[in-house]
């Protein structure tokens, strides 16, 4: 079975806490993608990366950085956690080649995050 | 990014199939047409794409228009473990990241 993991479902922080969200596939996937989900406002990406060591903003990279040292992992980073960066934070991976528009993307299950 | 419409709400009977519409009157000839499904407190779940053809696999069907400017996405058999919010996504260009809409939320009665 494939897999997408999340290091943690929930998870509470203060603000200003340098916060570290970390995501594993096991597909050898070459692209992997950092998502919030919020009432009412659908899955906004926030950062995704097609290679090793590369990465690129998504729509909401405002308060967030990445990193990407090993294909398999994929790491969201707020460097000072504040109380608009409660959300669900979802992780999902894709395979390269066939056109990345006709990819199936697999997504981890979450990470409710916290800031108070 | 082109939009998609679906109804807010469905409901179903258990073992019954169940027909999902969606509007995209402004696809493009590039866009694909995803369709994923969320379960409560879960990450969403893929469960079906198209280009223009009809689909099938062993989770459902997706019937797309002839002018693609509608899809339909078919669950054969209801079962309660299908009550999702289901979305309906259109992804182009190079990027393939996913913009949700609001979905359609199906009940699946017993």
């Known amino acids: 079975d494939v897999k997408v993991t999340q290091s943690s479902r929930y998870l509470v922080k203060r603000t200003g806490e340098k916060v570290f969200l970390e995501c594993v596939q096991d597909?050898?996937?070459?692209?992997m993608f950092w998502y919030r989900q919020d009432p009412g406002l659908g899955l906004r990406l926030i950062y995704f990366s097609y290679d090793v060591k590369m990465k690129e903003k998504g729509d909401i990279p405002e308060g967030y950085s990445v990193s990407r040292e090993k294909k398999e992992r994929f790491s969201l980073i707020l460097e000072s956690a504040s109380t608009n960066q409660t959300s669900m934070y979802l992780c999902?991976?894709?395979?390269?080649?066939?056109?990345?528009?006709?990819?199936?993307?697999?997504f981890g299950p979450g990470t409710r995050l916290t800031v108070l | 990014d082109a939009k998609t419409t679906q109804p807010n709400s469905m409901e179903s009977n258990e073992e019954e199939p169940v027909h999902l519409p969606c509007n995209h009157s402004t696809i493009s000839g590039t866009d694909y047409i995803h369709w994923y499904r969320q379960l409560p407190s879960q990450g969403p779940e893929y469960v079906i794409h198209g280009l223009t053809s009809n689909v099938n696999n062993r989770m459902a069907s997706l019937a797309i228009a002839e002018d693609r400017k509608s899809s339909t996405l078919i669950l054969h058999r209801a079962t309660l473990r299908d009550a999702a919010v289901y979305y309906c996504i259109l992804i182009g260009g190079s990027q393939g990241n996913l913009i949700f809409g609001k979905g359609t939320k199906l009940s699946v009665k017993p």
């Open positions: 999902a991976s894709s395979p390269r080649g066939g056109g990345r528009a006709g990819n199936e993307q697999f």
């Open positions: 597909m050898d996937h070459e692209n």
